[in-house]
């Protein structure tokens, strides 16, 4: 089954290796970081397409939306500005708490990662942005990131 948005079907690639012209127009590219500690803010950019889309009054794109292993962590709404890009930056922080809530959803007798030199908790997850064009649609984009936690033995040293 598709996922829908307020009824409407987000788009994804048919092919992600070969886009179409109008998915590279479409779809949010993520910058962020690729690892992050928990409790610490950091900025994610997301830019609708590879191929900078349109801001004209008849076509553009309405907003952008950045969640955080599926928490909405803001929302920009955008409006026509001809010659302007669609993009947002967005300074957000992962809790502590996504650690332990992604350590049940992952396992409960191997957990997750652990450092054997700092004794630090590590967990993937992903941000995921949406996007809005008033002609074409919601469209979509994942991107993984490493959540690193505060927890650990302040003395010792990752390496």
């Known amino acids: 089954m598709d996922k829908t948005i307020a009824g409407e079907e987000i788009k994804k690639p048919v092919d992600p290796e070969n886009l179409t012209e109008g998915e590279k127009k479409h779809i949010p590219?993520?910058?962020a970081p690729e690892k992050v500690n928990s409790g610490e803010p950091?900025?994610?950019?997301v830019t609708v397409g590879s191929i900078p889309h349109v801001m004209d009054e008849k076509h553009y794109i309405e907003w952008i939306e950045l969640y955080l292993h599926n928490k909405l962590m803001g929302r920009k709404e955008l409006v026509p500005a001809p010659?302007?890009?669609?993009s947002a930056t967005f300074r957000i922080e992962a809790e502590d708490a996504?650690?332990?809530?992604?350590e049940i959803e992952t396992?409960?007798?191997?957990?997750?990662?652990?450092?054997g030199n700092c004794?630090?908790?590590?967990?993937?997850?992903s941000l995921h942005a949406l996007e809005r064009c008033n002609v074409h649609g919601v469209w979509e984009a994942y991107r993984k990131i490493e959540v690193i936690s505060g927890d650990g033995e302040e003395d010792k040293k990752c390496v």
């Open 42 to 45: 950091f900025e994610v950019t």
């Open 107 to 115: 396992c409960r007798m191997h957990g997750v990662n652990i450092c």
């Open 83 to 86: 010659g302007e890009k669609a």
């Open 29 to 31: 590219v993520i910058e």
């Open 119 to 125: 004794g630090k908790k590590s967990v993937d997850t």
């Open 98 to 102: 996504l650690i332990a809530v992604k």
